[in-house]
């Protein structure tokens, strides 16, 4: 390795290295302004050498190959949820004949991108935020120095075409709406289904999120202090499979406040299930939420199956298990709870996610703001 000061006083650097089968390569820098930039080039060129990151990419491979390995290392860092959701993206949306399978990575051209982005913009109204894992590989490509300039610099991103607007679905209930359906579910599902309407009764009012729930343990609940303990979460890895992981952020390990009759309903449910188990020789495993064995967790899909079932028969829109949370969220901020207890309550680590949520005012918000201000300045 060599530092050289030009005559224009900046700095080149250069490091030779062997790779993994002996042969030998070399990185070069050149137009760095200061020494100790120049060394801090060296020293971060020396540690991806020895982690081997320059073996794992090359100018000859394909974005195929080049997402295979990001990928790997992706799936180390996020939930396996995170990673199917980005790994769907890529398979259905990039590496498509049409665009760039097969393609090399020292190929892929800013007018390629934006010829792509363009297209990309009027099918997916969440394309700047899916294309993430795209712009992660081609800055790792440049900082690796497999590719000369990131061909995403000099692209621009237009504003997305709308999201369709679907008449029998909403993001969240109204209150009127909320109790039709949770009514509605403790009609349906009632005696040995009790757990269906605990669930939905226990999302509603709490807030946690539908991998929260279904990982719940019985010892996770004080009945004397009203409250849950949220440790954990249960999830679908990469093959499909029901596993239990942490919480998506690290926030989300928390402690929620319930109201009684939510801490009744578990109560009942809880007598319900002992019953249960008693009845058919079981041993009990501590779970809230099992599948019709009653040893197991239950799976997470079952939820969105009762949810069709029960917005059918209440004659209410459609709703994702999701909406839940935001029907929780917003009548929370209706009622006046502050954006630091409603951020604690979400478990967000950021509470910029809250203030959306928070900021989002409602139908029944908007009409009386008027009214809110002339109640006080009334003249």
């Given at each position: 390795?060599?530092?050289?000061?030009q005559?224009d006083?900046t700095?080149s650097?250069?490091?030779?290295?062997?790779?993994?089968?002996?042969?030998?390569?070399?990185?070069?820098?050149?137009?760095?302004?200061?020494?100790t930039?120049?060394?801090?080039?060296?020293?971060d060129?020396?540690?991806?050498?020895?982690?081997?990151?320059?073996?794992?990419f090359?100018?000859?491979m394909?974005?195929?190959?080049?997402?295979k390995t990001?990928?790997?290392s992706?799936?180390q860092?996020?939930?396996?949820?995170?990673?199917r959701?980005?790994?769907?993206?890529i398979?259905?949306h990039?590496?498509?004949?049409?665009?760039?399978?097969?393609?090399?990575?020292?190929?892929?051209?800013?007018v390629?991108?934006?010829?792509?982005?363009?297209?990309?913009s009027?099918?997916?109204?969440?394309y700047?935020k899916?294309l993430?894992?795209f712009?992660?590989?081609?800055?790792t490509?440049?900082?690796l120095?497999?590719?000369?300039k990131?061909?995403?610099?000099?692209?621009?991103f237009?504003?997305a075409?709308?999201?369709?607007?679907?008449?029998?679905?909403?993001?969240?209930?109204?209150?009127?709406?909320?109790k039709?359906?949770l009514?509605?579910?403790?009609s349906?599902?009632?005696?040995?289904?009790?757990?269906?309407?605990?669930?939905?009764?226990?999302?509603?009012?709490?807030?946690?999120?539908?991998g929260?729930a279904?990982?719940?343990?019985?010892?996770?609940?004080?009945?004397?202090d009203?409250?849950?303990?949220i440790?954990?979460a249960?999830?679908v890895?990469?093959?499909?499979?029901?596993?239990?992981?942490t919480?998506k952020?690290?926030?989300?390990?928390?402690?929620?406040?319930?109201?009684?009759k939510?801490?009744d309903?578990?109560?009942h449910?809880q007598?319900?299930?002992s019953t249960?188990?008693?009845?058919?020789?079981?041993?009990?495993?501590?779970?809230?939420f099992?599948?019709?064995?009653?040893?197991?967790?239950?799976?997470?899909?079952?939820?969105?199956?009762?949810?069709?079932k029960?917005?059918?028969?209440?004659?209410?829109?459609?709703?994702?298990?999701h909406?839940?949370?935001?029907?929780?969220?917003?009548?929370?901020?209706?009622?006046?709870?502050n954006?630091k207890?409603?951020?604690?309550?979400?478990g967000?680590?950021?509470?910029?996610?809250?203030?959306a949520?928070?900021?989002?005012?409602?139908?029944?918000?908007?009409?009386t703001?008027?009214?809110?201000?002339?109640?006080l300045?009334?003249?």
């Open positions: 390795m060599s530092y050289t000061k005559s006083g700095y650097v250069r490091v030779r290295y062997s790779d993994s089968l002996g042969k030998r390569h070399e990185k070069k820098k050149k137009g760095i302004k200061t020494l930039a120049a060394k801090k080039w060296e020293r060129t020396l540690t991806k050498i020895d982690d081997g990151e320059f073996d794992k090359s100018s000859n394909t974005l195929n190959d080049a997402f990001w990928l790997d992706y799936s860092k996020v939930l396996p949820s995170t990673y959701k980005a790994e769907n993206f398979n259905v990039i590496l498509t004949p049409k665009w760039f399978d097969q393609v090399k990575v020292d190929k892929i051209t800013s390629m991108l934006q010829t792509y982005i363009n297209e990309l009027t099918l997916n109204v969440n700047r899916n993430y894992p712009k992660q590989v081609m800055t490509l440049v900082s120095e497999v590719i000369n990131n061909p995403f610099d000099k692209v621009t237009p504003k075409k709308p999201a369709p607007v679907f008449m029998d679905r909403v993001d969240y209930y109204k209150k009127d709406q909320l039709q359906f009514d509605t579910a403790e349906l599902y009632a005696d040995k289904k009790y757990h269906v309407y605990t669930l939905f009764r226990l999302l509603s009012f709490s807030g946690m999120r539908k929260e279904l990982a719940l343990a019985w010892k996770d609940v004080n009945f004397d009203y409250t849950i303990d440790n954990k249960l999830s890895d990469k093959n499909g499979r029901t596993i239990l992981s919480t952020t690290k926030a989300g390990t928390r402690i929620v406040k319930l109201d009684k939510t801490i309903v578990l109560k449910y007598a319900i299930q249960l188990i008693l009845k058919n020789g079981l041993t009990a495993k501590g779970l809230i099992t599948g019709d064995d009653l040893q197991s967790y239950m799976t997470v899909r079952h939820p969105r199956v009762w949810c069709e029960i917005t059918k028969k209440a004659d209410l829109p459609r709703i994702k298990i909406g839940f949370r935001h029907t929780y969220a917003t009548l929370s901020a209706q009622a006046g709870m954006i207890q409603l951020q604690y309550q979400l967000h680590d950021d509470v910029q996610t809250t203030l949520i928070y900021t989002a005012v409602t139908e029944e918000m908007k009409a703001t008027a009214d809110i201000f002339t109640s300045v009334n003249f």
